[in-house]
């Protein structure tokens, strides 16, 4: 048996992501908390989906929306308490649901103790689990980070005439891993969350937790781009196989490690099952597909084509096609909502296109990861105004901008497509008052189209609706394994209007037909004989439409077959 055909939980799990400020409120402050989650338990059950990923529920100054901790071992108190958290557990592990926690390591908050101390003097004990350069040396080298508004990733620290490093906010100072002494700090906190009984971590920018520690200027080679240069620290994988051998390989668990800047040549360094590091990661072809190039967070002026996007899973698909395992998403806290950027979400075409992406995320080979409110197609805020956006990056960003006397309106017209807000919007629960979310003011506005039909309680009942394609379709995925671990092959790769591929596995093959477009595509099918194939799924009625090998496919129409 090949590796990655060898049967495992997290391979055949679907993930479902909360971002807990926004999923449930109960105590009327406008913040989701864990009693919320507590509280839709059996509805994240009824989806059919396996694996909860909670974005950071620890205590922290909220920076960067507690991506900036300051506590590992304690719970923010906006959320709830630790009792709170066990709740959670015991409560999910009745319903048969496994948890995946962040793992914020290559920073930590400036209000965590260890940085406390590590700014008081040179000779701290904790001075080295971060990375300093003392002032009498000259400015540091030139460092980028994503949300300075002078993307500069040094900020000069008077107390100890230093200047420290922080990839992200000047709150995330970067905890410096070539210290043995950090690394077996995080191993013991993992360990303590282990022991809790989660089942695994989603590992934040793991790849950028190596640095070099002569801080050199960047090289040559990386051509001006820093996030492949932070993915390629020269311990990295050292400390992925140490963390491994110390920690994981103890336990059952699932990890998915974010890592920007890793490209394919790169993949199995990390998830060959031989070298025993992480299970599989986040890449972020898809997420730059439509963005300018070294540009994650602005938008390119073409429309991005469908070659493109059957490139990219195309490849990487091939990356894992003998050996580790791939991830799957189309959305996350940081990107914008799927069906607004890959779909349509006019009220034309937003059901279709919505059950359509999530055909296609639930029958391609790797996990799949799906943020809260992709089951009932929710679509981006697209806000107008910079008052309403509460993330980190778009205000540093608009700062920049407004420092540069550059053009902030171009930046608001794109930032409706391109903010990470547009994802973190509160889950749309009914009709009623903040639809459900809260009794008081959301910390982040509602969109309005709760009222307009994107809402759990009016397609609950809705035997087309979009949630209820979405249970359909996880179930599809459960009852035919060849839509897990089957082989992948692309069909009709320079059509730009129908994504079409079989997945075959053992004696089951399937077809899958994925019209991207507005308009009636015509396809033709050679690779497939017909004279047995059945229909297994539609997001349409317009199924007469086939005659022997040939399809007439409706706007955004997702068909799969099993063929013969």
């Known amino acids: 048996m090949k590796h990655n055909t060898e049967r495992k939980w997290w391979k055949e799990g679907v993930v479902y992501q909360i971002y807990p400020r926004s999923f449930q409120d109960t105590t009327g402050n406008g913040i989701g908390d864990l009693q919320g989650i507590i509280k839709r338990l059996d509805y994240i059950q009824s989806l059919g989906v396996d694996i909860i990923w909670l974005n950071p529920v620890y205590t922290s100054p909220n920076d960067d929306n507690g991506y900036d901790i300051s506590d590992y071992r304690n719970i923010m108190a906006e959320f709830g308490t630790m009792d709170d958290m066990d709740e959670l557990m015991t409560q999910m592990k009745k319903r048969g649901l496994r948890l995946v926690m962040d793992l914020v390591v290559n920073h930590s908050s400036d209000e965590h103790e260890w940085f406390v101390e590590s700014r008081k003097s040179r000779d701290n004990a904790y001075r080295d689990y971060y990375h300093w350069w003392p002032a009498e040396k000259g400015t540091p080298p030139k460092r980028f980070s994503y949300f300075d508004e002078d993307s500069n990733a040094w900020k000069y620290d008077e107390p100890t005439d230093s200047y420290y490093l922080h990839y992200y906010s000047a709150k995330q100072p970067d905890l410096k891993w070539e210290n043995p002494k950090v690394r077996e700090e995080v191993y013991d906190l993992m360990k303590f969350w282990f022991d809790k009984g989660i089942d695994g971590f989603r590992m934040d920018v793991i790849s950028t937790i190596s640095k070099d520690v002569n801080y050199p200027e960047l090289p040559e080679k990386y051509k001006g781009d820093f996030i492949p240069y932070y993915a390629d620290g020269p311990h990295l994988h050292e400390y992925l196989k140490e963390m491994n051998q110390k920690v994981l390989s103890k336990y059952d668990v699932m990890t998915v490690g974010e890592a920007p800047g890793v490209n394919q040549e790169q993949a199995l360094n990390f998830v060959d099952e031989d070298r025993k590091e992480l299970n599989m990661f986040f890449h972020f072809d898809l997420m730059s597909l439509d963005r300018e190039p070294g540009e994650t967070f602005k938008m390119r002026k073409e429309q991005w084509k469908l070659t493109e996007f059957k490139k990219v899973f195309s490849e990487w698909d091939g990356v894992f096609a003998q050996k580790g395992w791939g991830s799957l998403y189309l959305n996350n806290h940081d990107f914008p909502r799927s069906v607004s950027r890959w779909g349509n979400d006019s009220k034309t075409h937003w059901q279709n296109s919505a059950t359509l992406l999530q055909t296609f995320l639930l029958s391609m ?41 550059g053009d902030l309106e171009t930046f608001l017209k794109e930032e409706k497509h391109a903010g990470r807000d547009n994802a973190r919007t509160p889950m749309q629960w009914n009709t009623q008052h903040n639809s ?30 979009v949630l209820n394609y979405f249970r359909t379709m996880v179930q599809v995925r459960k009852d035919h394994l060849a839509l897990v671990y089957g082989a992948y092959q692309l069909l009709l790769a320079n059509n730009e209007l129908v994504y079409a591929y079989l997945r075959s596995w053992e004696d089951e093959r399937f077809l899958v037909l994925l019209n991207f477009s507005t308009k009636r595509s015509s396809v033709t099918i050679d690779e497939v004989r017909f004279d047995k194939a059945h229909l297994i799924i539609s997001n349409d009625d317009a199924e007469n439409n086939k005659i022997d090998n040939h399809f007439e496919l409706t706007p955004y129409q997702a068909s799969i077959y099993k063929v013969f």
């Open 365 to 405: 080979r790797g996990t799949p990861y799906f943020l809260y409110g992709e089951e009932i197609g929710m679509t981006n805020i697209k806000f107008d105004s910079i008052s309403d956006y509460q993330d980190i990056n778009t205000h540093s960003r608009y700062k920049a901008i407004k420092k540069a006397g």
């Open 436 to 465: 459900g979310f809260s009794e008081a003011k959301p910390w982040l506005k509602i969109n309005e189209n709760y009222k307009e039909g994107i809402n759990v309680a009016e397609q609950e009942p809705e035997k087309d609706s």
